[in-house]
């Protein structure tokens, strides 16, 4: 069973003005209102939260319904646009696992692996003991979750009282906040490497490749900072 107490203290670490949740909740408002103007029921709208569970992935998928595309074909996108997250996956894991902990909880868990979640769970998994982090974890998961299901059935009602510029800038908030939280990353010579020249080379491809830009500028930017990185570390 899940520990109550531990998963109570999750749900409510996204309380507090550095929460990533109150970024995520805006963002998911804009979705909600962009699936309405774009032709979506209600409930198709919080299905799409509830299974998708990441900005880009419902953007995607709404996009791609929209021309009509096969539902394997959706299926493909989605997972594509949401294999960014296996590197998060990859560095949380050691730190939830324990001997003690049933496996149907890291199946349970891995639904809620996205930016916002991660990054309340890299902030305080030092505070949980080993044992009780992966309540901890679902905790947190299940209340981000909780913010971008609420947060898109808001955007669906309240979306005749918004304009595409207000839409646009409700759905950047996110990415924005990421970009501030990288920042403050900035502790070592790869993560400062990286997104200093993520920053530049991202924009640099934009002209050679507009569709492929972004990956390019991140592929390379991590690689370079990366062996650079073991190299001072050497």
């Given amino acids: ?63 791609s319904m929209l021309i009509g595309a096969s539902l394997i074909n959706i299926f493909i996108a989605v997972w594509l646009v949401n294999a960014r997250l296996y590197p998060m996956t990859v560095a949380l894991m050691p730190l939830l696992m324990h001997e003690n902990q049933p496996r149907w909880k890291y199946y349970l868990s891995c639904h ?25 974890w679902i905790g947190i998961g299940t209340a981000t979750w909780s913010v971008a299901i609420f947060s898109t059935i808001i955007g669906y009602v309240v979306s005749d009282f918004l304009n595409k ?10 990415p924005v906040y990421f970009i501030c939280m990288m920042i403050s990353a900035m502790k070592t010579i790869q993560i400062s490497l990286s997104i200093i020249l993520g920053t530049i080379l991202g924009p640099a491809f934009y002209f050679f ?26």
Avoid at 116 to 136: A, G
Avoid at 165 to 174: E, H, R, S, T, V
Avoid at 209 to 234: Q, R, V, Y
């Fill in 1 to 63: 069973m899940i520990d109550t107490n531990h998963f109570l203290k999750g749900f409510k670490s996204i309380k507090g003005v550095r929460s990533p949740a109150i970024a995520l909740g805006a963002s998911f408002l804009a979705i909600g209102a962009l699936l309405k103007n774009l032709g979506f029921s209600i409930q198709e709208s919080i299905f799409s939260t509830f299974l998708t569970y990441a900005l880009p992935g419902s953007l995607v998928m709404a996009e």
């Fill in 112 to 136: 809620f692996i996205a930016v916002s979640s991660w990054l309340i769970m890299k902030d305080n998994y030092e505070d949980i003991e080993k044992e009780n982090r992966l309540d901890f």
């Fill in 165 to 174: 510029d207000m839409i646009i800038g409700l759905a950047i908030i996110n």
């Fill in 209 to 234: 490749s507009p569709e492929w830009c972004i990956l390019f500028g991140g592929f390379f930017a991590g690689t370079i900072a990366f062996f650079i990185g073991e190299k001072n570390d050497k």
